[in-house]
């Protein structure tokens, strides 16, 4: 199985703040990773596909970026619904697996 | 707009069978190039994959837990099926049902159910 591994696990922000975490792939997953914001109680939505492709509808202070190995995600101006955890995940092969998860506290 | 909605007990006893099933609405079961997909939370943990099934029927599992898994589709419902045998308490989880998309090689979860909690007890 490929492993991914996020971080920081926590970090804590205001509203307005430019944050960056990142995902690491155990091996090279070319271009093969998701982004996911879930909020308390709530399911999972995809932010990123293909590591940089914005999902319809997904707010534009987000950006993706990295290939291989090395994986960002950008928060240009952290906004109140954006207190939530992350989770990054790879579809380069079986089975799907995801990172444990970033947790952007206020 | 596409819709996923878990169901089925909350509770089940130790190395009894739990079923789920995910209710779908705005796309068909049967068509286009979708997984239906299962992925399960324990409390305060991350998110594990458990399997999918393809429009055309064929079946993937996690190898963790594939001797225990079966996952199928009832296409004159609209739904598919979660079925898991002989659960202990590490199988206590909110469990997701999702499409997973694929384009052009590229494959993403979306969108997901709310989740269901499903407990285990001794």
């Known amino acids: 199985d490929i492993q991914m591994t996020q971080s920081p696990s926590s970090l804590s922000a205001s509203v307005g703040d430019r944050v960056t975490f990142t995902c690491r792939a155990s091996q090279s997953i070319s271009r093969y990773l998701n982004w996911y914001r879930q909020k308390p109680g709530k399911a999972p939505k995809v932010l990123i596909y293909?590591?940089?492709s914005l999902q319809s509808g997904a707010p534009s202070r987000f950006r993706g970026s990295g290939s291989g190995t090395d994986f960002t995600l950008t928060i240009s101006s952290l906004q109140p619904e954006d207190f939530a955890t992350y989770y990054c995940q790879q579809s380069y092969s079986l089975p799907l697996t995801f990172g444990g998860g970033t947790k952007v506290e206020i | 707009q596409v819709e996923l909605q878990e169901s089925g007990p909350g509770l089940v006893k130790a190395s009894q069978t739990l079923s789920l099933t995910c209710t779908v609405s705005?796309?068909?079961?049967?068509?286009?190039?979708?997984?239906w997909t299962w992925i399960r939370q324990p409390a305060g943990k991350g998110l594990e994959w458990i399997g999918r099934i393809y429009t055309s029927g064929s079946t993937n599992y996690n190898p963790s837990l594939s001797s225990r898994v079966t996952i199928s589709v009832d296409t004159s419902k609209n739904q598919f099926s979660l079925r898991l045998t002989s659960v202990t308490a590490e199988d206590t989880a909110v469990y997701h049902c999702?499409?997973?998309?694929?384009?052009?090689?590229?494959?993403?979860?979306?969108?997901w159910g709310q989740g269901t909690l499903v407990t285990v007890s001794s």
């Open positions: 705005g796309a068909s079961v049967s068509r286009g190039s979708f997984f």
């Open positions: 999702a499409r997973e998309v694929a384009v052009a090689r590229y494959n993403w979860l979306d969108p």
């Open positions: 293909a590591a940089s």
